[in-house]
T-cell receptor, first 118, second 113 residues
Framework: AQTVTQSQPEMSVQEAETVTLSCTYD???????LFWYKQPPSRQMILVIR??????QNATENRFSVNFQKAAKSFSLKISDSQLGDAAMYFC???????????????FGTGTLLAVQP | DTAVSQTPKYLVTQMGNDKSIKCEQN?????MYWYKQDSKKFLKIMFS???????INETVPNRFSPKSPDKAHLNLHINSLELGDSAVYFC????????????FGDGTRLSIL
């Protein structure tokens, strides 16, 4: 069974600094997708960034980028120029590529609570 | 212009009652999901429907019964509520079952007294 591990329950960063959140996963599949979701205190689940496993290039979305190491099964999120609004719970998630059948569920890590200090 | 909307946002009720949570999406997606987030913030899939057909049922007690009247709606009915059902329930939707991301509703916080 696939699993997702986030080993940092809490992290803190100064405003305008850079922070990296860790995520590792376990799978025997070669084709899959990885996601980072943000959950602010308002409880919404907001997609931050996604990565297709077949792509070697790391995904970037403005101040957010990932370091995808397929062989190491690692998928870390880097937030540059941190802002107060980045304070939230961040979830790493995995989904197997669809090859028929019920494979489209997201498997989540336990989350990392990020605090941003002014 | 809410994409995935859930009602109600908060639900407080007593043990043993039956309650429903409704979900609607206006994104034209054909796949919808229910996730449960427990008190430790852990998120886990409960059900998934594709074109009104159940495709995922993750060993959820049969007190939970999803119903999809059409592709845009996926409701969750819970019978005989128990204390352990207290959680936040999220509805989500996606286009197909490929690489497209899932879009989440704002969640329904269910509290059992």
């Amino acid at each position: 069974a696939q699993t997702v591990t986030q080993s940092q329950p809490e992290m803190s960063v100064q405003e305008a600094e850079t922070v990296t959140l860790s995520c590792t996963y376990d799978t025997s599949e070669s084709d899959y997708y990885l996601f980072w979701y943000k959950q602010p205190p308002s409880r919404q689940m907001i997609l931050v960034i996604r990565q297709e496993a077949y792509k070697q290039q790391n995904a970037t979305e403005n101040r957010f980028s990932v370091n995808f190491q397929k062989a190491a099964k690692s998928f870390s999120l880097k937030i540059s120029d941190s802002q107060l609004g980045d304070a939230a719970m961040y979830f790493c998630a995995y989904r197997k590529a669809w090859t028929g059948g019920a494979t489209n569920k997201l498997i989540f890590g336990t989350g990392t609570l990020l605090a941003v200090q002014p | 212009d809410t994409a995935v909307s859930q009602t109600p946002k908060y639900l407080v009720t007593q043990m043993g009652n039956d309650k429903s949570i409704k979900c609607e999406q206006n994104l034209g997606h054909d796949t919808m999901y229910w996730y449960k987030q427990d008190s430790k913030k852990f998120l886990k899939i409960m059900f998934s429907y594709n074109n009104k057909e159940l495709i995922i049922n993750e060993t959820v007690p049969n007190r939970f019964s999803p119903k999809s009247p059409d592709k845009a709606h996926l409701n969750l009915h819970i019978n005989s509520l128990e204390l352990g059902d207290s959680a936040v329930y999220f509805c989500a939707s996606s286009r197909g079952q490929g690489s497209q991301p899932q879009h989440f509703g704002d969640g329904t916080r269910l509290s059992i007294l």
